[in-house]
């Protein structure tokens, strides 16, 4: 495993912005029955923990994307991190919308984005991929350029995989599904048996039920 991805790990189960309950399943919004849940707003709380990531996300857009010209946050869980990763760099930020504002200019963009700007993309968190991805739609509708995009989690499903391949779209993390699993197991937090019903989640998550015995 990766330095940084342990490391990541370490810090994302520690303050609980990552829990894993095979055996009493979290329900997610849409509706999933799912042995892990993510909230990696918990990581703001923690100054320590918030700079770091700040700083390697910014470190990764400097090495990867040198002619980035602004920092773009997807809301609301990336509108933090991605300001403070603007600042860090020096740069323009805006954030995209889940749906356009309902009054005054209905915008979808919040900020000063202007066509043919180089923009790089942050995310809290990567799961379907699909609003993810309907920011990067709305800023290439709006003329700009999307060099990539950096999230601190996904949990490499492979319709996410397969969702960004398709809009052309290179997705770098921090830290991903096998690195958390991974560094769980190695603190006993998890049991080798828990790593099996895991990654049978991972594989098919919308219909997946707990096998629980009472």
């Given at each position: 495993?990766?330095?940084?991805?342990?490391?990541?790990?370490?810090?994302?189960l520690?303050?609980?912005?990552?829990?894993?309950?095979?055996?009493n399943p979290f329900t997610w919004a849409s509706g999933w029955n799912s042995p892990i849940y993510c909230d990696n707003r918990k990581t703001l709380s923690y100054?320590?923990?918030?700079?770091?990531?700040k700083i390697e996300l910014a470190r990764l857009i400097?090495?990867?994307?040198p002619d980035v010209e602004v920092?773009?946050?997807v809301a609301t869980g990336a509108i933090a991190q991605g300001a403070l990763?603007?600042?860090t760099l020096g740069l323009p930020f805006v954030y995209v919308r889940s749906s356009p504002k309902d009054h005054g200019l209905e915008n979808l963009i919040e900020g000063d984005l202007r066509p043919k700007q180089k923009v790089v993309v942050i995310e809290d968190l990567i799961s379907t991929g699909g609003s993810s991805l309907k920011a990067v739609e709305a800023i290439r509708k709006d003329g700009s350029i999307v060099l990539g995009m950096m999230a601190i989690f996904t949990y490499g499903f492979p319709v996410a995989e397969q969702k960004f391949k398709t809009a052309k779209v290179k997705l770098t993390t921090l830290c991903g599904y096998d690195a958390i699993l991974s560094e769980a197991l190695s603190t006993?937090?998890?049991?080798?048996?828990?790593?099996?019903?895991?990654?049978?989640?991972?594989?098919?998550p919308s219909t997946w039920k707990a096998d629980i015995n009472i």
């Open positions: 495993m990766r330095t940084l991805e342990k490391s990541i790990a370490e810090k994302l520690k303050i609980k912005a990552i829990k894993l309950q095979p055996n100054p320590q923990i918030r700079n770091y990531i400097l090495e990867m994307y920092i773009a946050g990763v603007a600042d006993n937090y998890i049991s080798q048996e828990d790593i099996e019903t895991l990654q049978e989640w991972r594989q098919n």
